[in-house]
Every structure is written in structure tokens, then in C-alpha cells.
């Protein structure tokens, strides 16, 4: 499964979570640090969801980007 994440900086590291599965979260000391940590905490995640008998989240958030010509 392919889900989104978002990642969010902060004033001494960086903060990341995934709007489809709800408390899993993690952080790092640069974007890719706390993208692979990320990566760590879901699939300990989805794997207690597994040993619980709990569904899986379905991705289905959706990610773009607005560009917004500067005003001159």
C-alpha cells in the first residue's frame, strides 16, 4: 500500500504523520531521517493492527500543490 504523508518542520527537527492512519507519527533530524523513521513506526503500526484483528487503513488521502503567481 501506497499512503501519504506530510512533513512538518520545526524549530530544532522535523515531524511527519499520515492523514490515513491515525497516530502514527514520528520524527527526525532531517526530512529523509524521519521519512525512514516514519517507515519504522507504520509498520510496527500496521503490524498491531494486524495482532488486534483490526482492519487495515486504506490510503485515500490525496496530495497536490497549488502554485500562486506572485503579485507584482
Same mark, same amino acid.
Given at each position: 500500500?501506497?499512503?501519504? $504523508?506530510? !512533513? @512538518?518542520?520545526? @524549530?530544532? %527537527?522535523?515531524?511527519?504523520?499520515?492523514?490515513?492512519?491515525?497516530?502514527? !507519527?514520528?520524527?527526525?533530524?532531517?526530512? @529523509? *531521517?524521519?521519512?525512514? %523513521? =516514519?517507515?519504522? *513506526? =507504520?509498520?510496527?503500526?500496521?503490524?498491531? =493492527?494486524?495482532?488486534?484483528?483490526?482492519?487495515?487503513?486504506?490510503?485515500?488521502?490525496?496530495?497536490?500543490? $497549488?502554485? =500562486?503567481? @506572485? *503579485?507584482?
Amino acid at each position: 500500500m501506497r499512503y501519504s $504523508i506530510v !512533513i @512538518e518542520k520545526g @524549530e530544532r %527537527n522535523y515531524s511527519a504523520y499520515l492523514p490515513d492512519v491515525p497516530g502514527c !507519527i514520528a520524527t527526525g533530524s532531517t526530512p @529523509e *531521517a524521519t521519512v525512514k %523513521n =516514519l517507515a519504522k *513506526a =507504520l509498520e510496527m503500526h500496521l503490524e498491531g =493492527l494486524r495482532e488486534d484483528g483490526l482492519p487495515m487503513p486504506e490510503p485515500s488521502t490525496q496530495v497536490d500543490y $497549488i502554485t =500562486l503567481e @506572485e *503579485a507584482g
